[in-house]
């Protein structure tokens, strides 16, 4: 009975209590998928430590990424971003972990791939601000307006990973 108890209270520690469930959205971009870069990303994030909680491969309509980029639609850049956005499929992922959202955006590196060291992503693969082959979310807030706009509920998988009492 002490068991049960202890473990429940761990669970609920590690998960709500400390911040291990905070959540981001990833997508890789057409560009990032039309030249292979969807498993070196991937395992990057596995690689750190983080849990895949939702992947799909799909192909965003215009609408789904107006929605998106709604604070940018100001922006003189903003169709030319749509349409390269709505240019080939795309990989939408939601990745879980301990500080998660701050992080990721580190792992991505600038949005202009010039300003991003070497080592991060965006520094590693591409050239040009408009061809920056990943996207994630900016905020714990953006990364819940995101998620539910990429993922239903039914989508965002719950399971427990072995290796998480070697990494919390
Ligand atoms: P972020 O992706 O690093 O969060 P944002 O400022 O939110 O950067 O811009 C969203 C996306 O819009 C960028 O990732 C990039 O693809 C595109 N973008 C940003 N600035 C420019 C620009 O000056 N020219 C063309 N595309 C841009
Ligand atoms: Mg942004």
Not at 24 to 34: E, L, N, S
Not at 90 to 117: C, H, Q, Y
Not at 119 to 145: F, K, M, W
Not at 152 to 163: A, F, G, I, T, Y
Request: charge should be neutral; proline fraction near 3%; include cysteine.
């Amino acid at each position: 009975m002490i068991c049960l108890f202890l473990s429940i209270f761990s669970y609920f520690f590690q998960t709500a209590l400390t911040g291990v469930s905070e959540r981001t959205f990833i997508a890789v971009k057409p560009d990032g998928v039309q030249r292979k870069l969807v498993g070196e990303i991937t395992h990057r994030f596995e690689k750190k430590g983080f849990k895949l909680v939702a992947l799909k491969l799909t192909q965003a309509s215009e609408d789904l990424l107006k929605e998106h980029y709604w604070d940018l639609r100001s922006k003189p850049f903003f169709t030319e971003l749509v349409s390269y956005m709505n240019s080939g499929p795309i990989v939408a992922m939601v990745w879980e972990g301990l500080d998660v959202v701050k992080t990721a955006r580190k792992m991505l590196g600038e949005t202009n791939p010039a300003d991003s060291l070497p080592g991060t992503i965006r520094g590693d693969y591409c050239v040009e601000v408009g061809r920056n082959v990943i996207h994630g979310s900016d905020s714990v807030l953006s990364a819940q307006r995101e998620i539910s706009l990429w993922f239903r509920d039914n989508e965002l998988h719950c399971w427990e990973d072995s290796s998480s009492r070697w990494i919390y």
